[in-house]
T-cell receptor, first 115, second 113 residues
Framework: DAGVTQSPTHLIKTRGQQVTLRCSPK?????VSWYQQALGQGPQFIFQ???????QRGNFPDRFSGHQFPNYSSELNVNALLLGDSALYLC??????????????FGSGTRLTVV | DQQVKQNSPSLSVQEGRISILNCDYT??????FLWYKKYPAEGPTFLIS?????DKNEDGRFTVFLNKSAKHLSLHIVPSQPGDSAVYFC????????????FGTGTRLTIIP
């Protein structure tokens, strides 16, 4: 049973560039959430997608945008990259009819370095 | 504004003894509290959760205690095993419809053989 798959695993970008990160949810899951984990910090919620719509959003600027496809996979796009965007980006999937206290399934993340 | 706090960045415990990890929160609207475990190069893995209407939840070696009046929760691991060495994150959510997780900064637990 495949879990959450994220690609790429590592990425180096130059300040000002744009980046797209990808996520395939666990089989049977229909909701995808994205989190940013800076070094030494806990993951911070970016946004959540369900039925191809952004359902909830955290305190991140509009440079962060996303998309969910009909097969439930998702992309996270970040424009005009800043050095401070360097972090581990985690994707988590869940089933909309099951509340979060059963826990999300997280991927291993994409390590983004902005130079 | 850190709504979920883990004030101990690290903890070392001897194998076989009890590990106690602590977490404090400030937002009284949180409905559920969760603990996640994270190994290097892996995503966080769900361990155990507790609803705000309960004060204790057990699952094998893991027990979570919630003290709502103190806005404090703790994770007890008994007995501690070498495989428990990892970073532990406390998280909170608003429940159904408001399910974003608010995480603490994590506690690195090291079990000494």
């Amino acid at each position: 049973d495949a879990g959450v798959t994220q690609s790429p695993t590592h990425l180096i970008k130059t300040r000002g560039q744009q980046v797209t990160l990808r996520c395939s949810p666990k089989s049977g899951h229909d909701t995808v959430s994205w989190y940013q984990q800076a070094l030494g910090q806990g993951p911070q919620f970016i946004f959540q997608y369900y039925e191809e719509e952004e359902r909830q959003r955290g305190n991140f600027p509009d440079r962060f945008s996303g998309h969910q496809f009909p097969n439930y996979s998702s992309e996270l796009n970040v424009n005009a990259l800043l050095l401070g965007d360097s972090a581990l980006y985690l994707c988590a999937s869940s089933l909309a009819t099951v509340t979060s206290h059963y826990g999300y399934t997280f991927g291993s993340g994409t390590r983004l370095t902005v130079v | 504004d850190q709504q979920v706090k883990q004030n101990s960045p690290s903890l070392s415990v001897q194998e076989g003894r009890i590990s106690i990890l602590n977490c404090d929160y400030t937002n009284s609207m949180f409905d559920y509290f969760l603990w996640y475990k994270k190994y290097p190069a892996e995503g966080p893995t769900f361990l155990i959760s507790i609803s705000s209407i309960k004060d204790k939840n057990e699952d094998g070696r893991f027990t979570v205690f919630l003290n709502k009046s103190a806005k404090h929760l703790s994770l007890h691991i008994v007995p501690s095993q070498p495989g428990d060495s990892a970073v532990y994150f406390c998280a909170a959510s608003g429940g159904f419809g408001n399910e974003k997780l608010t995480f603490g900064t994590g506690t690195r637990l090291t079990i000494i053989p």
